[in-house]
């Protein structure tokens, strides 16, 4: 079987101050402090969260 891929987020940008659907956006990520890291599933869902909020993340690694 082929293995999924994955992808790792890092929060580097705090929320405070943000509009609720952001922050929404990093706890539906599994982010919600500065430098947490989630590794998730590479589907386009989850790529567009990422997309909404480039400005508070980053991508670290990709497998």
């Known amino acids: 079987m082929a293995q999924k891929k994955t992808i790792t987020v890092e929060q580097y940008a ?3 101050r943000r509009p609720k659907i952001q922050t929404d ?3 539906g990520l ?3 402090k500065l430098n947490r890291r ?3 599933e590479d ?3 989850v790529r567009g969260m990422i ?3 480039p400005h508070l993340v ?3 690694g990709e497998a």
Request: net charge positive; charged share 10%; proline share 5%.
């Open 51 to 53: 997309n909404r909020i």
């Open 38 to 40: 989630s590794t998730l």
């Open 43 to 45: 589907t386009p869902s």
């Open 14 to 16: 705090s929320a405070a």
């Open 58 to 60: 980053r991508i670290v």
């Open 30 to 32: 599994g982010l919600n």
């Open 25 to 27: 956006t990093l706890i």
